[in-house]
């Protein structure tokens, strides 16, 4: 049986580790879709250099954990007399990685928009970007909003590798908890149904959406 009084004495503990991972999820999910999103327009775009970098940035930030980017930002920039707390290296590191997905799955969607589309805004006097931001993305963002969300919901999970740097969000908390009452199945329980509350609507909010789009269509 769970031992509820753990949650009831240390409720604050939690809610302060629910609120902070709530506002690291938030900052790093904006950062994320901005980045993401500039950096799949620099993939498709019709100048090379914007294609290297962006092409570059996916490929190398895909391809190693978020642990690394983690301790790259919080360990390795004190080096170049940059010291960032762990909750900013945290969201910083969240929305590098994450911004990676993100770019990958906006320019699926953009490659599945008609090139017509691109045509007809540049015909109709739109310059590349007017019709990138007028016309394409915002047809692209609604094609892959299942994939994002799932971005989005993995990023919250993801939030848990800032209890390494000290961010104070969940994970964080439940170690505190943990190694004050020397109780670890039932934090972590309570840990985990916290995150729940998260993500779960989220989830339900993605599904309900894309059956609502797939209605509309």
Do not use: C
């Amino acid at each position: 049986m769970l031992d509820f009084t753990i949650l009831s004495e240390n409720f604050d503990v939690f809610l302060e580790g629910f609120k902070n991972t709530l506002y690291v999820s938030f900052l790093a999910l904006i950062g994320s879709f901005i980045l993401g999103t500039i950096l799949a327009i620099f993939r498709i775009a019709p100048i090379k250099p914007l294609n290297w970098i962006g092409t570059i940035y996916v490929e190398f930030i895909r391809n190693i954990p978020l642990l690394i980017i983690l301790f790259f930002i919080f360990t390795g920039l004190p080096v170049f007399e940059i010291r960032l707390s762990g909750f900013v290296a945290g969201t910083l590191a969240l929305m590098i990685y994450t911004a990676a997905f993100i770019a990958e799955a906006i320019r699926a969607g953009i490659l599945s928009v008609p090139k017509g589309q691109m045509e007809a805004a540049r015909s109709s006097g739109l310059t590349y970007t007017q019709a990138m931001v007028h016309v394409i993305l915002p047809q692209a963002i609604k094609i892959v909003i299942p994939p994002l969300g799932n971005q989005f919901i993995n990023l919250v999970k993801n939030s848990s590798v800032l209890t390494i740097v000290a961010a104070g969000e969940l994970m964080y908390q439940g170690d505190l908890i943990s190694s004050r009452t020397f109780v670890t199945f039932d934090v972590y329980i309570f840990v985990a149904v916290f995150y729940l509350i998260i993500t779960l609507p989220l989830s339900l909010g993605v599904n309900r959406l894309e059956k609502r789009l797939a209605l509309s269509n």
